[in-house]
């Protein structure tokens, strides 16, 4: 593991009393249900926690280079509005470590994504999750359990080479499964894809304050640590547009 995700987790941990930190990625995935992280827009959100009742999660890695990732971003609203449908909550997810705020948030306008997109700007849900491909999908049942993740359909036989029919609904199925509160038939099916790289090679040694540390700060700071709150040290230069979830947990 390296300094910048071991700082990462640990201020995690410290804020949010999360202990599950292991470097199994199943008992890692169990912490995302009720997580504070930060979309593009710097809103706090809460997957899986709204409204004081728990719901299932669906996180789609993507990924603004990957053709394959540009390829199934147009159909993730789809994905979304059947998402809603059932009771549950479609995520987008960016974790890059070079990638910039400015191209993320172009990236998601330029296909009009309608659903929320985690910036994950320190790699922490990427370390819980621990993808391969981009695009990969997890879905994590209310318990934190996460009973799919893989490939979203079988559209793709290999890179580059398209199936001219789509048999296979992977996500579809699972989606409707845990909605139902049952497994899906199937839990694991090989995503195909780019590869995703992770945080162990292109990482700076030392962390950046604001590309790092202030999202897990917003996240589980601000909405008491601001002006005219209980604790304030909330500067006027960082974002005002975001909301507590702390009345939504469980």
Request: charged fraction near 25%; proline fraction near 7%.
């Amino acid at each position: 593991m390296n300094k910048l995700s071991v700082i990462a987790l640990l201020l995690t941990i410290f804020l949010t009393g999360n202990v599950t930190a292991t470097e199994n990625a199943q008992d890692n995935a169990t912490s995302v249900i009720g997580t504070r992280v930060v979309d593009l827009d710097g809103r706090i959100l809460c997957p899986g926690i709204n409204d004081g009742e728990l719901k299932p999660v669906v996180i789609v890695l993507l990924d603004i280079g990957c053709p394959i990732a540009r390829r199934y971003s147009p159909e993730l609203n789809e994905y979304s509005q059947r998402a809603d449908e059932l009771g549950v909550e479609l995520y987008g997810l960016l974790s890059d470590p070079v990638l910039s705020l400015s191209d993320a948030i172009e990236f998601r306008d330029s296909f009009e994504l309608e659903f929320p997109v985690i910036w994950d700007s320190n790699g922490d849900l990427a370390l819980r999750l621990a993808p391969t491909k981009f695009p990969e999908c997890f879905v994590i049942a209310p318990s934190g359990e996460v009973v799919y993740r893989g490939r979203i359909d079988n559209r793709f036989e290999a890179p580059g080479k398209l199936r001219q029919n789509v048999t296979a609904h992977e996500l579809r199925d699972a989606m409707t499964a845990v909605a139902e509160g049952r497994l899906p038939e199937v839990s694991y099916e090989p995503p195909v894809g780019c590869i995703f790289e992770g945080w162990t090679d292109s990482i700076p040694d030392e962390p950046d304050f604001n590309r790092h540390i202030a999202p897990i700060i917003y996240a589980n700071c601000t909405s008491c640590h601001r002006d005219g709150e209980v604790a304030p040290f909330y500067s006027s230069e960082l974002r005002t547009n975001q909301t507590s979830c702390a009345d939504d947990r469980i």
